[in-house]
């Protein structure tokens, strides 16, 4: 081996080793905690392979391709399902593309081991390639797809008599591409434009490969015709509510519609901002970008677009032109759809956005050393380049792996979309293994976050109730003292806060986001119920209970904390609750959200609480004099709950001045809001009686 030929691999493997090392150092750290979009890909879409379905497209979530998601299962299937499991496969994807990239600058231009190692190393510290080779979404896959079909494609061309097998496997490599994400369809345009482009400048070479090129693009088509048929059949009207196949793609074009509609200004906006996605102002999203936040510093956005020029004045060349439309066609997705510069809708675009600042690097290197005649020159030459090559590396890549490890997942917006406050949590109650009860008070309760806790705690001896501390309080069945950890957001209702300041034992802050609180349980002993009602103003008089719904839930009692009062103020009851069995509740599977045509992913148990207030007739009330305030919802999450655990509600009615308030009443009850079907209130031998409480108010 010579020893030009030793430094290139020393170095290719030296990036490789980068990559892989930055992609999977500090898993559980960054990104924070689970995104939606990862729990519903695992649980709703990968996890129908585990059932031994194949779907060829998933209708669910908008509408996915399925290569990720089918071999995501086979991860899950050797692993199990936590944080490594789950981001592992994208870290291949993100690494796998990192050497392929190398590779193909290899081929595109005559082996040019420089540029090739810059655009890889560059590629391989990118915020932008870190970020989707850290997530367990489907968007880096195509990436070693799109980059190997590029790479057989130019084989093929070079190649003295290219092979028809050659083609087969160009065109099947284009099809596993599609199969991956949306983004991908532009790929077979770019091949189609780039025939365009040999048949008008290159002619030789097209009447050489049109045969192969074309018998690639039917294999590509025989294959991908299935899930296009799927695509097409499922379509809906209800996609751009994000409803059925291609349904996000209709979600976002919203600068295409407004085009068709005759008005260019929203597409020409989003062209704008999207080429300054390089060097202005990028992504403006926090899911996957600090926003605004440039893929390069100012020197490695000058070497993008003088890269682009580069291709430009060389655009005869058939691989400099390829490069352009490969700008071109990736960025494209964003130019017709919201939000302009997304990192995710130009993935297509990723690696020629770091292959043309190293193209850019090493011509001018080039240049510098073949205008040297003398030694000293040309050492000052290598010297001058070397530097400009370093600087460029090391201050974009410095600048992505802070922003990355340490910005992007400190930010507090960061931290709550990817629920850190859960992960936080988990590894809490991971190194106290005598917590096995324990209510955690947090905005976010639904089917999704109830998972990531979960999993992420990993403890099958701990049992957790979430709940909304701006309108519910959980105290747990077992022990003497009852553990509440609050999150930072949101800030819990005056009435809940006072309620722990009435039941506190001591408080401890976790981190820097969570509070612990060890509070007293509510009982026939004080601290009573009728302690509670005397928050806020309430007189402490309790309706008593207790009343007996039908699926196990039981309303002990409840008061008014702020007594009726003018018309045009706000009321407030508190009502008690305790799990006085086994809770009884329908069938809750896991749906993908947003879920597919004609199927039910909401809540199937909720509380209505309809204040009646009558009196003298007037305003929008004459002729009536009655009006109906509502109330409706359910602030704990049900399938948290246990047997014995107790819990109070706040129920809050806005009383216009239009309300007429001499007397009042609520009527309160449970039902199942998929189909509006009423829990009954039970007597004392288990027969219904009604499908409400009825709470009396008062006067003013």
């Not at 399925?66 to 981001?87: I, K, M, R, W």
């Not at 105290?475 to 553990?483: M, P, Q, Y």
Request: proline share 7%.
């Amino acid at each position: 081996m010579t020893n030009s030929r030793l430094v290139r691999w020393t170095l290719i493997i030296a990036v490789l080793l980068i990559a892989w090392g930055l992609r999977l150092a500090a898993l559980e750290e960054v990104p924070p905690g689970w995104r939606d979009d990862e729990l519903i890909n695992i649980h709703t879409l990968s996890s129908k392979v585990l059932e031994g379905q194949f779907p060829l497209y998933y209708l669910g979530a908008s509408g996915h391709e399925p290569l990720y998601h089918h071999l995501h299962a086979g991860v899950h299937a050797l692993f199990g399902f936590n944080v490594l499991s789950g981001h592992v496969l994208s870290v291949m994807f993100g690494t796998l593309s990192i050497a392929l990239t190398y590779s193909l600058v290899r081929r595109l231009f005559h082996r040019d081991a420089a540029t090739a190692i810059v655009a890889s190393l560059t590629l391989a510290v990118s915020f932008w390639s870190l970020m989707y080779s850290r997530t367990g979404i489907r968007h880096i896959s195509l990436l070693p797809f799109m980059l190997a079909t590029f790479y057989m494609l130019w084989r093929q061309i070079d190649a003295e008599k290219p092979r028809i097998p050659g083609w087969i496997v160009f065109g099947v490599l284009l099809a596993a591409s599609i199969h991956t994400y949306t983004a991908s369809r532009v790929v077979p345009v770019l091949v189609v434009v780039f025939a365009g482009y040999l048949a008008l400048s290159h002619r030789d070479q097209f009447y050489t490969h049109w045969r192969g090129i074309g018998l690639a693009l039917v294999v590509t088509g025989v294959l991908v015709t299935p899930m296009g048929v799927i695509i097409a059949r499922s379509r809906t009207a209800l996609a751009i509510e994000g409803i059925g196949a291609d349904a996000r793609v209709a979600e976002l074009a919203q600068p295409l519609r407004a085009l068709g509609d005759g008005d260019p200004g929203p597409v020409i906006d989003s062209t704008v901002k999207t080429l300054g996605m390089f060097h202005a102002s990028g992504d403006p999203e926090w899911l996957y970008n600090i926003p605004g936040r440039p893929v390069f510093n100012l020197l490695g956005g000058v070497l993008l677009w003088g890269g682009v020029l580069l291709c430009l004045y060389r655009w005869r060349e058939s691989r400099h032109f390829f490069l352009l439309i490969w700008l071109g066609l990736g960025l494209s997705p964003a130019f017709i759809s919201v939000p302009p510069a997304s990192l995710g809708h130009t993935i297509v675009a990723q690696p020629v956005a770091f292959i043309l600042p190293a193209l850019t690097v090493t011509e001018i290197g080039h240049g510098l050393r073949s205008q040297a005649s003398t030694g000293l020159r040309r050492r000052l030459a290598v010297f001058g380049s070397w530097a400009l090559v370093l600087t460029f590396v090391v201050t974009n890549g410095v600048r992505d792996i802070e922003g990355y490890f340490r910005t992007w997942p400190a930010e507090e917006m960061v931290r709550i979309l990817y629920r850190a406050d859960y992960r936080d949590i988990a590894g809490y109650l991971d190194s106290r293994p005598e917590l096995e009860d324990v209510a955690v008070g947090s905005s976010l309760m639904g089917p999704w976050d109830r998972l990531a806790l979960t999993v992420d705690t990993g403890r099958e001896d701990v049992d957790i109730r979430l709940f909304d501390p701006r309108r519910a309080l959980v105290w747990t069945a077992d022990g003497d003292l009852n553990t509440v950890i609050l999150t930072l957001w949101p800030d819990p209702a005056p009435e809940i806060e006072a309620a722990l300041d009435l039941l506190h034992v001591s408080a401890e802050n976790l981190l820097k986001d969570l509070k612990r609180h060890e509070v007293h349980p509510v009982g026939s002993g004080p601290p009573a119920l009728s302690d509670l009602c005397r928050l806020g103003g309430g007189d402490g008089n309790v309706e008593q209970g207790p009343h007996r719904f039908g699926n196990g839930l039981e309303l002990t009692g409840s008061c008014w904390l702020d007594p009726i009062g003018s018309a045009g103020s706000e009321i407030v009851l508190l009502t008690m609750w305790v799990v006085a069995g086994p809770l009884h509740l329908p069938p809750m599977p896991l749906i993908a959200n947003p879920p597919p045509p004609r199927t039910y992913a909401g809540p199937r148990l909720a509380a209505f609480a309809h204040l009646e207030a009558s009196g003298p007739a007037d305003g929008e009330t004459q002729g009536q004099g009655k009006a109906v305030v509502a109330d409706d919802g359910f602030w704990v999450d049900p399938l948290t709950l246990r047997s014995g655990d107790r819990f109070i509600q706040i129920h809050r009615f806005n009383i216009g001045e239009e309300v007429p308030l001499q007397s009042s009443r609520v009527k309160l009850g449970l039902y199942d809001p998929k189909t509006g079907e009423r829990w009954p209130v039970l007597d004392s031998e288990g027969g219904p009686t009604s499908e409400h409480v009825v709470i009396l108010g008062g006067g003013p």
